[in-house]
């Protein structure tokens, strides 16, 4: 497959100088990074092709060439490899982001991110709201206000590597760049470590964040916080804070998606005779209108009286299951009365269809295994 322009590639025209070649290939790193698109294939290959082309028109002779001949005087004069010298370019101009520092610049690294588990009731999880929450974090040392160094003096140049951060070692014909066990990277070595910090400039502490929780969140959502994670090593960016949303079980109501689910005992008269019934809602209580003759399990749908997704859409109804309650602590009058109707009932079958049905069931089936 032929390659792409390596003006077009960056988004520049030819004659741009190096200051504009440079920050045309900083933005596309920046864009797409292996470490800020992980398992992102296509975006991998953008970033090496950006890396190629700034490889060649960073470098006067081989831009000249390029200008001249395009890829096919590259490939002749190289070869038909692919340029060389990828890493330290991408150190030089992207070492004080992403961790180079083989050309004068000590290594950063990106903090590590955070996880929080946010409990919420479901009211607050449907409607949303506003929360601050307390996590534990690398603060600034005290001690010595964040240097690293009991006297507060700035740090000195590791003299191991230089202050690249890295140093060479030699495995037989191979050259192998590594970190610098000396200064482990920082370029830079403190002669009095605070005692409080070890000379790393952070404790341990915490801080109290601020979040906002939108309206329709459930139990699992994430929240993400660019930038409150931990601390970067050597000014290398925060990471991020992930609050993870769980909503408690509550008293009254379930929730699947956008509807809710609730249980509503209804006692023998109503549930034979028919009537209304107040039920609750997370908007206040509504009036539920029962049949007569409503059997046990039956279910009823209240439209629009359940939740709104945080995703969007409509809004979910609220579903209430009726479940008929049998009489208890009855006076001998109550009993007496409750006697006569049952025997009034049981002289009809008429009376208890479902009943009759199962009996007749029973019968066949008795009837079958004799």
Known sequence: MSKRDYYEV??????????????????????????????????????????????VLSD???????DQYGHAGLDQTRGGGSPGGMGDIFDSV????????????SRVYRGSDLS????????DAVSGKEVKIK????????????TGSRSKQPPVQCQTCGGVGQVRAQQ????????????????????????SCNGSGTVRGSKTISVKVPAGVDNGDRIRLSGEGERGQNNGPSGDL?????????????????????????????ATLGGHLEVPTLEGRVSLKIPSETQSGASFRLRGKGVRS?????????????????????????????????????????????????????????????
């Not at 992207?94 to 610049?105: E, K, L």
């Not at 929080?116 to 009211?123: A, F, P, R, V």
């Not at 996590?135 to 964040?146: D, T």
Request: glycine share 10%; charged share 25%; hydrophobic share 30%.
């Open 10 to 55: 960056l988004g520049v025209n030819q004659g741009s100088g190096s200051a504009d070649l440079k920050k045309a290939y900083r933005r596309l790193a920046m864009k797409y990074h292996p470490d800020r698109n992980p398992d992102d294939a296509a975006a991998e290959e953008k970033f090496k092709e950006a890396k190629e082309a700034y490889d």
């Open 60 to 66: 006067p002779q081989t831009k000249a060439t390029y």
């Open 94 to 105: 992207f070492g004080d982001i992403f961790g180079g520092g083989s050309r004068g610049g």
């Open 116 to 123: 929080y588990d946010l409990d919420l009731s479901l009211e």
């Open 135 to 146: 996590i534990p974090n690398l603060v600034e040392c005290g001690s010595c206000e964040g």
């Open 172 to 195: 037989g014909f191979f050259s192998v760049q590594q970190t610098c066990p000396h200064c482990r990277g920082a370029g830079k070595t403190i002669a009095d470590p605070c005692r």
């Open 242 to 270: 992930y609050v993870n949303v769980v909503v408690k079980k509550h008293a009254i109501f379930e929730r699947d998606n956008t509807n809710l689910h609730c249980e509503v005992p209804i006692d023998f008269g109503i």
């Open 310 to 370: 945080v995703r969007g859409g409509g809004v979910g109804d609220l579903i209430c299951k009726v479940a008929i309650e049998t009489p208890v602590g009855l006076t001998k009058k109550q009993k007496a009365l409750l006697q006569e109707l049952t025997e009034s009932l049981s002289s009809n079958t008429k009376h208890s269809p479902r009943a009759k049905t199962w009996l007749d069931g029973v019968k066949s089936f008795f009837d079958e295994i004799m």
